[in-house]
């Protein structure tokens, strides 16, 4: 198995809505990440989890909460956004090393009301 | 910090024929080189990365990029491009030392028939 799932594929939400992104990878990547991706533009890191522990974040506003509750899953709650939020949503994992690949989930296609 | 330049935002060619990617890097520190493909509607897909030794590098379908230190270049070719090969190009670039994998802007690659 060498994919990233990512659940839901499409989300529509209001600005007082609470949801959740959803990824999952079988490869034992101990690294994960999300990212985030504007029309036409490169995906922008937001966090990445080393061994279950949050390790970077990219000054990303509150309103979005990661959560990585075993190996396997990475977890992105939303609550509050606001329209600028409205993006595709990249989950990406790696074996643990910088030089190493990342795989990349197909993306969760945000908009928000 | 690191910061990754794609000269064109746009390449359209014709089919079957070469075509050249051009991508700039700076960086303060060492680090490994990435060309990644996004195709409508999925997330993204290693094509190939230069991590040392010899700085040519090429992928399975054909592409090829070259490692060039004194002009900070990895820029990536193909000798004979199909409509298949249409899709966003992202070149980019991790230091040696952490997680962050900062991405250029993008090519569009377009081949038409």
């Known amino acids: 198995d060498t994919e990233v799932t990512q659940t839901p594929k499409h989300l529509v939400m209001g600005m007082t809505n609470k949801k959740s992104l959803k990824c999952e990878q079988h490869?034992?990547?101990?690294?994960m990440y999300w990212y985030k991706q504007k029309a036409k533009k490169p995906p922008e890191l937001m966090f990445v989890y080393s061994y279950e522990k949050l390790s970077i974040n990219e000054s990303v506003p509150s309103r979005f909460s990661p959560e990585c509750p075993n190996s396997s899953l990475l977890n992105l709650h939303l609550h509050a956004l606001q329209p600028e939020d409205s993006a595709l949503y990249l989950c990406?994992?790696?074996?643990?090393?910088?030089?190493?690949?990342?795989?990349f989930g197909s993306g969760t296609q945000l908009s928000v009301l | 910090a690191q910061s990754v330049t794609q000269l064109d935002s746009q390449v359209p060619v014709f089919e079957e024929a070469p075509v050249e990617l051009r991508c700039n890097y700076s960086?303060?520190?060492?680090?490994?080189l990435f060309w990644y493909v996004q195709y409508p509607n999925q997330g993204l897909q290693l094509l190939l990365k230069y991590l040392s030794g010899s700085t040519l590098v090429e992928s399975i379908n054909g592409f090829e990029a070259e490692f060039n230190k004194s002009q900070t270049s990895f820029h990536l070719r193909k000798p004979s491009v199909h409509i298949s090969d249409t899709a966003e190009y992202f070149c980019a670039v991790t230091d040696t030392g952490g997680f962050k994998t900062i991405f250029g802007a993008g090519t569009r690659l377009f081949v038409k028939a």
């Open positions: 990406a994992s790696s074996r643990q090393g910088v030089n190493e690949k990342l795989f």
């Open positions: 960086s303060s520190v060492s680090v490994y």
């Open positions: 490869m034992g990547h101990r690294a």
